[in-house]
């Protein structure tokens, strides 16, 4: 059974940055997608930006070019470099993952837009505070 747990949330002025960090146990997956979604209070949950087993990253419109999404294959860990926070990046940010090789319309390749499916798992969550 996976079991996916984040770390490095916290609070930070706007214009800083954060590192989250997502240990994955009992992941024996050749062929997968791993990635970053966030709620805000009161929003629906959107996704940021992922990554699949070969290293092709994905990221919405709202963090392109500010967040980078990476992995340590050999340590099962998946990072969110998050630079240039915004307020509007206040949310709970959730790891998730798919347990198989995404499809074209699998929500790895489509992070904040329609997808034709969810992750298998989800993490707990970390805070992600930004302030003006």
């Known amino acids: 059974q996976v079991q996916l747990v984040e770390s490095g949330g916290g609070s930070v002025q706007a214009g800083g940055s954060l590192r989250l960090s997502c240990v994955a146990s009992g992941f024996t997956y050749t062929s997968y997608c791993m990635g970053w979604f966030r709620q805000a209070p009161g929003k629906e949950r959107e996704g940021v930006a992922n990554?699949?087993?070969?290293?092709?990253?994905s990221y919405s419109d709202s963090v392109k070019g500010r967040f980078t999404i990476s992995q340590d294959k050999a340590k099962n860990i998946l990072y969110l470099q998050m630079n240039s926070l915004k307020p509007e990046d206040t949310a709970m940010y959730y790891c998730?993952?798919?347990?198989?090789?995404?499809?074209?319309?699998?929500?790895?390749?489509?992070?904040?837009?329609?997808?034709?499916?969810?992750?298998?798992?989800w993490g707990q969550g970390t805070l992600v505070t930004v302030s003006s």
């Open positions: 990554i699949d087993s070969d290293n092709y990253e």
């Open positions: 998730a993952a798919e347990l198989r090789e995404p499809s074209s319309g699998s929500w790895c390749y489509n992070p904040g837009r329609k997808s034709s499916n969810v992750p298998d798992a």
